[in-house]
């Protein structure tokens, strides 16, 4: 699964551009144009990286980078700030509230590409590695193939993105909206109940005899990756 990066842009053809530029780039991107939809959206979801305009309808990047630095959930989440204002003592005060680079505009859209992937490696290196780890599980992305014990795991496509979305975050529980969201995507319906049959295929591709089960069912909340399995 591909690093996830919302842009906050309400100047639609800027929008359209990084977007263009990310996905060729990669990445999966989503874009909303309106601050106070932004902080409504990363309630449900975070994202591996945030680019933020600071001028926005409805609430103001500067004002939404403070309350997501506020919030345990997104309080590391990498912030790259978009702006006009090329003074220092704006630069600073964006830095100050909380965003981890500053972009002025007009800017290089190579030089943008560039210090995402810098920071997602700095941030998130999970998120861009090929090979995945968990306890004796490995996942290699660019193979598309999966291990345990170096016994192949037979695993169909959504049983793979599943396996890589939980291997992202050990430890993390996701619910079942979550994991639709974040394996099949927000513009595809499945029922939550495919969730279920979807971990139980995982489940028995991945253990074998007496091994431990990696998947860990919460009562009530959703499926995690054991984080006593990863360690």
């Known amino acids: 699964m591909n690093p996830r990066i919302m842009v906050v842009e309400d100047e639609e053809p800027l929008a359209i551009l990084l977007r263009y530029n990310l996905e060729a780039e990669g990445y999966e991107v989503e874009t909303i144009d309106r601050g106070d939809d932004a902080e ?3 309630y449900e979801q975070v994202p591996d990286l945030l680019v ?3 001028m926005l309808p ?3 990047g500067i004002e939404l980078c403070r309350r997501l630095r506020l919030r345990p959930e997104t309080e590391r989440l990498p912030i790259i700030m978009l702006t006009a204002r090329g003074e220092e003592s704006e630069r600073v005060r964006g830095l100050t509230t909380g965003a981890d680079d500053y972009v002025v505009k007009p800017f290089s859209v190579p030089e943008l590409m560039a210090r995402i992937k810098a920071m997602l490696r700095r941030a998130s290196p999970e998120v861009i590695s090929a090979v995945l780890k968990a306890g004796d599980i ?3 992305r660019e193979a598309h193939r999966a291990y345990r014990n170096g016994r192949e795991l037979k695993l169909g496509p959504t049983e793979f993105r599943l396996l890589e979305f939980f291997m992202r975050s050990p430890g993390r529980v996701f619910s079942r909206e979550q994991l639709l969201d974040g394996v099949w995507g ?3 319906y499945v029922d939550e109940r495919t969730v279920d049959v ?3 295929r995982l489940r028995k ?3 074998r005899g007496r091994e431990r089960d990696p998947i860990r069912t919460v009562r009530g909340a959703g499926y995690a990756l054991d984080d006593k399995f990863v360690n």
Do not use: K
Request: hydrophobic share 50%; proline share 0%; net charge negative.
């Open 138 to 140: 490995e996942l290699d």
């Open 52 to 54: 933020l305009d600071w």
């Open 198 to 200: 979807h971990v139980g």
């Open 58 to 60: 409805g609430l103001s």
């Open 186 to 188: 927000r513009d595809i």
């Open 205 to 207: 591709a991945v253990n």
């Open 40 to 42: 409504l959206r990363l």
